[in-house]
């Protein structure tokens, strides 16, 4: 069974700083996805990394995928308020009962003027 | 169209109330899902619907029964439902399994 952790779970940050959120997998899956939550909203989907290596950015975000090591990261640069959300990594669990993501507890993140 | 549409946006039952969530894409999308979320957690897997077959969470009580009368269309009965349940209701769909998924705003469901 796949499980998916992230770290950290809770982030404050400045605008204009740069960071890092970490994404963790068990087992291996072949693809990784990062989805955006504002609150009382669903969720946003970000990037969709389909290979080791795979690295995609959008404006200020960037993220990348190391299936050797199991691990994906999400690069915020010089952030801005508009980031705040809440930022989940999710893998796709196939081959035992129902198919579909599970998600990391998800990176609350809070970015301050 | 590329959204994801849920009916109701928020429901609010009885623990003795039968009802019934609808979610609705005409992206023509294989794959479909029900997720549930409970406040500051995140969503948990319950359904999924590929080619209109169904793959079940094991852990998802009977009291949830879905549905999938047609490509288009998802439906998630609820019966006999506990406080517990109380949450957000997710549907997601995507081209293929393992697709990217996309998700609706859900149906916000109060127990009582």
């Known amino acids: 069974e796949l499980k998916v952790e992230q770290n950290p779970l809770f982030l404050s940050m400045q605008e204009g700083k740069n960071y890092t959120i970490y994404c963790n997998y068990s087992t291996t899956s072949d693809r990784l996805y990062w989805y955006r939550q504002d609150p009382g909203k669903s969720l946003e989907s970000l990037f969709v990394l389909l290979s080791n290596g795979a690295v995609k950015q959008e404006g200020r975000l960037m993220a990348s995928l190391d299936t050797k090591a199991r691990l994906s990261t999400l690069h915020i640069t010089a952030a801005v308020h508009d980031l705040s959300a809440t930022y989940f990594c999710a893998g796709y669990n196939s081959g035992g009962g129902a198919d579909g993501l599970t998600f990391g507890k998800g990176t609350h993140l809070i970015i301050q003027p | 169209d590329t959204e994801v549409t849920h009916t109701p946006k928020h429901l609010v039952m009885g623990m003795t109330n039968k009802k019934s969530l609808k979610c609705e894409q005409h992206m023509g999308h294989r794959a479909m899902y029900w997720y549930k979320q409970k406040a500051k957690k995140p969503p948990e897997l319950m359904f999924v619907?590929?080619?209109?077959?169904?793959?079940i969470n094991e852990s998802v009580p009977s009291r949830f029964s879905p549905e999938c009368p047609n490509s288009s269309l998802l439906n998630l009965h609820l019966h006999a439902l506990q406080p517990e349940d109380s949450a957000l209701y997710l549907c997601a769909s995507s081209h293929l399994l393992a697709d990217e998924q996309f998700f609706g705003p859900g149906t916000r469901l109060t127990v009582l």
């Open positions: 619907y590929s080619y209109e077959k169904l793959s």
